[in-house]
């Protein structure tokens, strides 16, 4: 599970595989923190390869049978299969077997499938679902110039270079269009100390390395903002009269405030220090420099995954429950406690445990 997404040609059928039964993945689905299209994975059940997993606002996985604008999203415990498609009793003893594996997992992005799956002994029916979607990649191309501005600055110096798509970038690289950038690419790959021949390889482990982080650090800003705004909604209720006297009440606001905080600059920083580090690796480069830094940042993506998977279903619950804000104190309250406490010490354990970056 180590095809780099940034490789991939957008656009193309070989970009978007179908499943056996002719089920191509939405774009949704394959770029989500929080969703698993089952048709990705060796299920026998027929009925079973079209749900997905998903988590809820509660970090509970359960199986999603159908989702649409009408009928809204048809939901089941994973423990109530069993009567739902008792025509396949054999092939459904063995799919629980594999959902059972899958719903420990605290993220269902791509990055943590391809290390998780690969843990939990679950093979991937075509190593091409777990890429972003061409969507998501031409989307990420802001952040990826971050991070390869410093490479192309070592092979094209000062030049301006029109990128419109990550893979543009890998291939203006793999293929420098001047002599000069080729003098400069054969000066890297001394530095590298690789073959010439060997750094389109390079070439595609950089990219699929920050490709993740640039995955990740968009979650993250879009997370970080409504973790804000929500925050802010919820210690308005504290302005109620009723609220306020209530000291049980007020604890479980600032504990959620607390924690919400304390998790959010926690993996923040964790975000700063990887570009540390990957600025570190262009001040020293060499190919033990770059598997240092590419360690660092594959160790992290269960971590990371887990913990902006559960950010983001809570916050996705919050905009969807309270689009336009509003609602009044004790409904303010009353979701807090229900949606919003339920899961939290779980994120924070995940976050936690992660360590320094």
Known sequence: MTD?????????????????????FD??????LHILPLGMLPIATPGLRRAKLIKNARLETVVELFHDRQS?????????????FPTHKKELRTDLVQVGKLVRLNSFDIYTLRKELRRIGIPVNDERHLRLSESKRS??????????????????????????DVSDILKMLANPDRDEALRNLRMLSDKLKVGLQDIPDFLEEYG???????YFRSCLDGIVP?????????????????????????????????KLTGITTSITGRFEAFDRRSKD??????ADSFRTVRHQIESHH???????????VKMALWRDRFPHGGGGPQKRVEFVRSEILPGLDHINAIERSAGAA
């Open 4 to 24: 780099s997404d940034a490789s991939a040609t957008p656009g193309t059928a070989e970009d978007r595989p179908e499943d056996r039964d002719g089920l191509v």
């Open 27 to 32: 774009d949704e689905s394959r770029d989500a």
């Open 72 to 84: 809204g999203s048809g939901q089941v415990s994973t423990d109530h299969l069993g009567s739902l």
């Open 139 to 164: 989307e990420l191309t802001g952040y990826m110039k971050h991070f390869t501005r410093p490479l192309l600055q070592q092979v094209y110096g000062g030049e301006e270079r029109s990128i419109d």
């Open 208 to 214: 699929d390395t920050f490709l993740s982080l640039a």
């Open 226 to 258: 409504d973790v804000q705004r929500f925050m802010k909604w919820a210690l308005d209720a504290a302005d109620s009269e009723l609220i306020s006297r209530d000291r049980q009440m007020m604890k479980m606001l600032s504990e959620v405030q607390s």
């Open 281 to 286: 690796f262009w001040t020293d480069i060499s």
């Open 302 to 312: 269960v971590t990371i995954g887990g913990v902006l998977c559960g950010l983001a």
